[in-house]
């Protein structure tokens, strides 16, 4: 099993947009990080465990062709505001990605994409 960290930064990124401390004015490479998500493969299974604003970035960054799933684990917009981009997996392997959650999670999810 691999585990990717795709981002580890906060619900806002880092550095953060405006922000003057000294952490976001860094040149330290682990000052620059991406929203939270990992992405976990196991032979030919690719999960992605959350979907932040990110994602589409994330993807292209870690040259990320197809993904098997989604996990998201809460309706945070820092969780799910990447969705619309998993469009492009849709389009280009003619399949649906499976999306997993809990019950709450899911209606928020079909009242914000309702498509």
């Not at 682990?30 to 992605?48: H, W, Y």
């Amino acid at each position: 099993m691999k585990i990717t960290f795709l981002g580890t930064g906060t619900s806002m990124g880092i550095p953060l947009v405006g922000c003057s401390c000294a952490v976001c004015h860094s040149d330290n490479e682990r000052d620059q990080r991406l929203r939270t998500a990992i992405m976990v493969e196991e032979g030919s299974t690719r999960i992605v465990v959350d979907c932040g604003p990110d994602f589409r970035y994330q993807m292209l960054q870690y040259q990320v062709s197809d993904i098997s799933a989604l996990l998201i684990t809460h309706e945070h917009n820092d969780h799910i505001a990447g969705l619309d981009d998993v469009r492009a997996f849709n389009i280009w392997h003619k399949k649906p990605v499976e999306v997993y959650t809990c019950q709450r999670v899911q209606e928020k999810l079909k009242l914000r994409y309702p498509y």
